[in-house]
């Protein structure tokens, strides 16, 4: 059995790791990175079949924080884009833009609707937001009244997360809807005169060759600076101890090797956490109790010979009719993406949690109805596709549930137990962030460590943000 030392081990080789990680190396600490696939970037990972690029998702890099986007103008250098933005949704069988403009409200919508928005919209205004509201129904319809909600929100939300709209916290609409949002948008383009705000984001930053990009520039400094990143590997069990933590690892059919290290990051999804974690009673009935999910996505990549489909840098499809939910075409976003100017290709989000039966399709079905659907919308059809993948990620979204945010609380005390571990990232905190938060709370928990010239690692207090 292999043996070895690190002043920290770190689970989870996506944003998150790699980014605390390289800071640790760069502090003068020993890291050990572990990672269970073959490649590093987990949801940030860039999927290259044929001469085609395909990020898992469309991953915008856009932050109003200067040190941030120094951090990623650094990292990426000359290869990192500035991309324009272009969104649309498609509605009643047409697209429209977003934020909307007037003539396209009145004609996706007809004169009558639009303006029933419009005074929907007036009416939630009018009635206030109080008591405060529990779930994204309530969040929404008091907003941006119950029009809107019924024609976008509650089709394309549910859609998302396969569950009730009545069943999901206001928190995941507090975090991910601001205005200017599709209403505020409506509301604009039904009221003559008024102007998007300036928030709202019509470019952002983007690797040439892929937003994997980042994580492998990362990896590379990290092993370039002394640091160990292991891929093909997992977490067999942990033990904590007042004085050290103690990762038991190994690849399939392999002998385990044991780290010992000052502190154990964990960037990696909490279920696959707890699997590895001591017989503790305690927490496995608050994990128990806690009842958290994670939804997955199923992207479906197409290589088409055609030069374009769209000039979308996302394309949003809220009907429940269609299979894929939400779209991007990565030759908008750089052309290194596709192989020629004379080909492009598609990357297509269907919503769907392990062990559904949209999970358990097949991948040929998948690609085969999915193709149909684009044909049935006007992007074209099967004459147009020359090669199509399927990739299933479990783990893409954690579930902002009602009463999830107690529940959770309730785990994270139990696991305070463990004085050694810290929690980080989208999966790790469940805590769902765009990468610019996610780097922003790396630099915080370094912070916290001590890394930043301020003195030793010590324990963490368990109230630090959303670490443990």
């Not at 081990?9 to 269970?36: F, P, Q, Y």
């Not at 690029?53 to 650094?74: C, I, K, T, Y």
């Not at 047409?94 to 009558?112: H, I, K, N, S």
Request: charge should be positive.
């Amino acid at each position: 059995m292999g043996q070895r030392t690190a002043d920290f081990v770190v689970l989870g080789a996506g944003v998150a790791g790699l980014t605390l990680a390289r800071e640790m190396v760069r502090a003068g600490r020993s890291v050990t990175v572990i990672e269970k696939d073959g490649e590093v970037g987990g949801l940030s990972r860039t999927v290259r079949r044929d001469g085609f690029s395909f990020d898992l998702g469309g991953h915008r890099f856009h932050s109003n924080n200067a040190g941030v986007v120094r951090w990623l103008q650094e990292l990426v250098g000359t290869d990192l884009l500035t991309v324009g933005r272009r969104s649309r949704i498609h509605l009643d069988g047409r697209f429209v833009d977003y934020p909307l403009r007037l003539g396209q409200a009145v004609r996706a919508f007809g004169t009558a609707k639009a303006a029933g928005i419009a005074a929907s919209y007036a009416r939630a205004l009018l009635a206030g937001r109080e008591p405060e509201a529990r779930s994204f129904e309530d969040w929404v319809v008091r907003r941006f009244g119950r029009a809107l909600y019924e024609i976008y929100f509650r089709p394309y939300t549910e859609k998302v997360w396969g569950m009730p709209c009545h069943q999901l916290s206001a928190d995941w609409a507090s975090q991910r809807i601001s205005l200017p949002s599709l209403g505020g948008a409506v509301y604009r383009a039904v009221v003559r005169g008024k102007r998007p705000p300036a928030t709202i984001v019509s470019r952002f930053y983007y690797p040439r060759a892929g937003y994997g990009t980042i994580c492998d520039r990362l990896a590379e400094q990290i092993v370039a600076a002394g640091g160990s990143v292991l891929t093909g590997v997992s977490p067999r069990s942990l033990e904590f101890h007042a004085d050290e933590a103690v990762v038991h690892v190994g690849r399939n059919g392999d002998a385990p090797e044991t780290i010992r290290c000052g502190r154990l990051v964990s960037s990696i999804p909490l279920d696959s956490l707890l699997q590895a974690v001591p017989d503790d009673a305690e927490v496995r009935q608050a994990a128990a109790d806690a009842q958290l999910a994670y939804r997955g996505v199923i992207l479906v990549f197409l290589a088409l010979d055609r030069p374009h489909v769209s000039a979308d840098s996302w394309t949003y499809f809220p009907s429940p009719a269609l299979l894929f939910g939400r779209s991007h075409e990565p030759k908008n976003w750089s052309p290194a993406l596709v192989p020629g100017p004379s080909v492009t290709s598609l990357a297509l989000e269907v919503f769907a949690s392990p062990g559904d039966g949209t999970w358990r399709a097949d991948d040929r079905a998948l690609a085969g109805r999915a193709v149909d659907e684009l044909d049935a919308v006007g992007w074209g059809g099967a004459r147009d596709v020359a090669g199509a993948w399927v990739v299933r990620v479990p783990h893409a979204y954690p579930v902002y549930s009602l009463g999830y945010a107690e529940r959770l609380g309730r785990l994270r005390a139990a696991m305070a137990r463990w004085p050694r571990l810290s929690l980080v990232g989208r999966t790790g905190s469940f805590c769902y962030r765009n990468v610019d938060g996610i780097v922003e709370d790396c630099f915080r928990l370094c912070g916290a460590l001590g890394l930043d010239g301020r003195g030793d690692v010590a324990p963490l207090p368990n109230e630090q943000g959303r670490w443990i």
